[in-house]
């Protein structure tokens, strides 16, 4: 099995920042895409950032020029910092790894992690 593992949310004063940490660990042989989405209250999930393996990003209209994306050295693990926060930036944050290849003969799967909450105080 594979396993995301968030770490870095919680609570910050608008105008703040916060860098957000998600580790893949597990067999893996190759993972194309990471990426962090968010989900607010009554609302679906969005994606935020994505990067790939070869370090093209994609960001959401609402957080370009504030949130930064990026990838390790060791490619499993992928970074968003985040400044500028506002309170609109208030959400659960998933990581996101998709077409991992756990060996080079098995089919490519999406993985998620449990979320990390970032809640942004006006």
């Known amino acids: 099995q594979v396993h995301l593992v968030e770490s870095g949310g919680g609570l910050v004063q608008a105008g703040g920042s916060l860098r957000l940490s998600c580790a893949a660990s597990g067999l893996i042989f190759s993972i194309n895409g990471m990426g962090w989405y968010r989900q607010a209250p009554g609302k679906q999930r969005e994606l935020v950032a994505a990067i790939t393996s070869g370090g093209s990003t994609n960001y959401a209209d609402s957080v370009k020029g504030r949130f930064t994306i990026s990838r390790g050295d060791a490619k499993n693990t992928v970074y968003l910092q985040m400044n500028s926060l506002k309170p609109e930036d208030t959400a659960v944050y998933y990581c996101?790894?998709?077409?991992?290849?756990?060996?080079?003969?098995?089919?490519?799967?999406?993985?998620w992690g449990q979320g990390t909450q970032v809640t942004v105080s006006s």
């Open positions: 996101n790894a998709d077409q991992v290849r756990r060996t080079i003969f098995t089919n490519p799967s999406t993985y």
